[in-house]
């Protein structure tokens, strides 16, 4: 794909935001993230992740209320931003020609005036709300300067680990009586619910609805749905993965093990599988994040993944 730059806004053209409207303006939104990735391929978001959040996280949820497309005036996608709805964070996605822009900057300084607003406009919110959160690429020397110049503080959020799978990748192997699964279907989705509200409880708000309709993302691949069964025909780990073609590049999102069944080697097995999968389909690289946890971040190494960038979470107090 072809790289189009986007020529910056004057100021007689200002950068424009509007609510996300359907899943033309998902596309939107995914395709930006492809063009960021080309240039920056471990930083900001996967495209696949944009599928997680809008059929999982927020299937639910009113999104234009929370998602904001920022566009120029010939209505070219500058950036987006997400507002968890009655949250005090926001994420931000930013075209690689307006790094380091007035036009990041403008976006930036809006999202933040508007949450402080609604934090102002909620006195009954604990000392801990009572903030503005967002995050950033810890190779992103630039923004994370502004930030800082802005009063936000840094912390230690997320490990941003990747694999190149172009050379011969290891075997999985199972406990006698497990098998993968060949592609997830909507039969299973009271399975598949059951394993992932395991693998993330407490805090998971999964259920079979929910994955019946997380299996509408225009970006779900059931084969990628990567799914270990156990003897008695329980789901016991999974991993899920998606394509960016473009890049030939690939992220899990997520990852996880029934409590049930841990500590028996099938999280490492589910991983190796969907490498192999992700392989056929022409995927050179792949990706996964998970927290500062120095047993998470050695499981993942252990399935051949390596640390190459950090997530960081900056907060500034509302006063």
């Not at 503005?132 to 959020?157: N, P, Q, W």
């Not at 299996?215 to 999974?238: C, E, K, Q």
């Amino acid at each position: 794909m072809p790289h189009l730059r986007i020529q910056p806004t004057s100021s007689a053209q200002p950068v424009r935001p509007r609510p996300y409207a359907g899943l033309r303006d998902l596309q939107k939104m995914k395709d930006l993230q492809v063009k960021i990735k080309s240039v920056h391929p471990y930083s900001s978001f996967h495209a696949g992740d944009m599928d997680w959040w809008v059929f999982y996280n927020d299937a639910h949820r009113d999104l234009s209320r929370c998602i904001r497309l920022w566009e120029d005036a010939e209505n070219n996608l500058i950036g987006w931003t997400f507002w968890v709805d009655g949250d005090v964070g926001f994420d931000c996605a930013i075209h690689p020609d307006f790094r380091r822009s007035h036009e990041e900057r403008v976006i930036f300084e809006q999202m933040e005036a508007d949450i402080t607003d609604f934090v102002r406009a909620n006195p009954d919110f604990p000392a801990e709300s009572r903030r503005v959160v967002t995050h950033a690429d810890a190779d992103d020397v630039a923004y994370i300067a502004m930030l800082e110049a802005r009063g936000f503080k840094g912390s230690d959020h997320m490990v941003c680990l990747a694999q190149d799978i172009t050379d011969v990748l290891p075997e999985p192997h199972l406990p006698e009586g497990y098998h993968f699964l060949d592609g997830m279907r909507p039969e299973y989705c009271d399975k598949r619910a059951n394993v992932h509200f395991s693998a993330f409880s407490p805090g998971s708000r999964m259920t079979p609805d929910r994955y019946r309709a997380f299996m509408d993302a225009p970006g779900y691949d059931p084969n990628l749905d990567t799914i270990v069964v156990a003897p008695d025909g329980r789901f016991a780990s999974y991993a899920m993965g998606w394509m960016d073609a473009t890049n030939r590049l690939s992220i899990f999102e997520p990852v996880g093990t029934h409590v049930d069944f841990r500590r028996l080697g099938l999280g490492k097995a589910v991983l190796l599988e969907g490498l192999r999968r992700l392989k056929e389909r022409g995927i050179e690289n792949a990706l996964v994040n998970t927290g500062h946890n120095p047993a998470q971040i050695a499981f993942y190494e252990s399935a051949g993944f390596r640390i190459v960038n950090y997530i960081r979470q900056y907060a500034k107090a509302v006063e």
